[in-house]
């Protein structure tokens, strides 16, 4: 009886919230890497209550990085942007949840670490925009381009978190 109280519960939050799920790719920089700081980045979406869909170490190619910041393409520091995306392997994360864009925006503090927010990734980890330690998308679009680009069919996981009536009313 209580399994299927709980799957009856999982079944409404389902209901309640397929509308607002949205995915975002979140990327630990190479900076992040490098830094040691894995765990940590990873272990704050973790506690916000995100759903982790796909997760690899990867290094990317300069094409791959020129597609993921082609709106940049104009910028003056794009060049060293692109040197530092591929200068180490990244952390490359589909994480799922409710406002889960805007939300891992906020977690992730201002582009400028030195405007960031102390309690932000940002703010607490990091100190020059060059070298900001994390990625997010910036709209739910761009979760759903930037996650088709970095991950191929096969490397997302289905599955369901115990906690999500626990998370979501
Ligand atoms: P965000 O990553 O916060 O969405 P942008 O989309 O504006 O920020 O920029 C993408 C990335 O380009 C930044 O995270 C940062 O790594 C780099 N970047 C942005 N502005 C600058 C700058 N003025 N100098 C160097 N790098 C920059």
């Known amino acids: 009886a209580r399994s299927g109280r709980a799957s009856r519960a999982v079944q409404r939050c389902r209901i309640v919230a397929a509308a607002e799920v949205e995915q975002s790719y979140i990327m630990i920089k190479p900076d992040g ?14 506690k916000k209550g995100f759903l982790l869909k796909g997760l690899k170490l990867f290094q990317c190619s300069k094409d791959l990085a020129q597609e ?13 942007l692109i040197d530092y995306i591929t200068s180490g392997p990244v952390v490359c994360m589909a994480w ?5 864009v805007a939300s891992a925006r906020k977690l992730i503090g201002a582009t400028n ?3 960031a927010e102390p309690g932000t990734i940002r703010g607490d980890l990091a100190v020059q925009t060059g070298r900001n330690v994390v990625h997010g998308s910036d709209s739910p679009d761009n979760g759903k381009r930037e996650i088709a680009l970095w991950f ?4 997302l996981c289905e599955w369901e978190s115990v906690q999500t009536p626990w998370l979501i009313e």
């Open 68 to 80: 993921h910041y082609k709106d940049l393409k104009d910028k003056p520091f794009f060049p060293t």
């Open 33 to 46: 890497v490098q830094r040691g700081l894995v765990g940590e980045i990873i272990s704050r979406f973790e």
């Open 152 to 155: 191929k069919e096969g490397e």
């Open 113 to 115: 670490p030195l405007q």
């Open 96 to 100: 799922e949840g409710v406002g889960v």
